[in-house]
């Protein structure tokens, strides 16, 4: 079987529109698939993403202004799909504590492929 090129722009399109929300933490357990959220999600950071779709990719933008998370040491970011019910992924990453002045931007690329 081949997945045609017309039905994989349609799942970027189908999950770029079920993008809901992003959020960063301070947990720093290694992510598994069986994850459900963060380890230890900071809410204020819970932002809606700002997305870019080219060709069969969807480039998520999560920005944190300086004016939220001061102090924060931040190891981890989701991004959530439907209305937050569901964690579409969870990335653990060396701790970045976040000063009064810092803004903060995760961008996370979803390529979508046939396999073949």
């Known amino acids: 079987m081949v997945?045609?090129?017309?039905c994989l722009t349609r799942i970027r399109d189908l999950f770029e529109e079920d993008i809901f929300k992003c959020q960063a933490g301070e947990g720093d357990t290694a992510p598994v698939a069986t994850d459900t959220g963060l380890e230890t999600p900071d809410s204020n950071t819970l932002l809606t993403p700002s997305n870019e779709k080219s060709g069969y990719?969807?480039?998520i933008t999560h920005s944190i202004s300086s004016v939220i998370g001061s102090g924060n040491t931040y190891t981890e970011?989701?991004?959530?799909?439907?209305?937050?019910n569901v964690n579409a992924n969870r990335i653990v990453h060396e701790g970045?504590?976040?000063?009064?002045?810092?803004e903060f931007t995760y961008i996370?690329?979803?390529?979508?492929?046939s396999g073949s």
């Open 3 to 6: 997945v045609l090129n017309e």
């Open 96 to 102: 970045i504590t976040k000063g009064s002045n810092d």
């Open 57 to 59: 990719s969807i480039q």
């Open 77 to 84: 970011q989701e991004v959530q799909l439907n209305s937050g």
């Open 108 to 113: 996370t690329t979803w390529h979508i492929t």
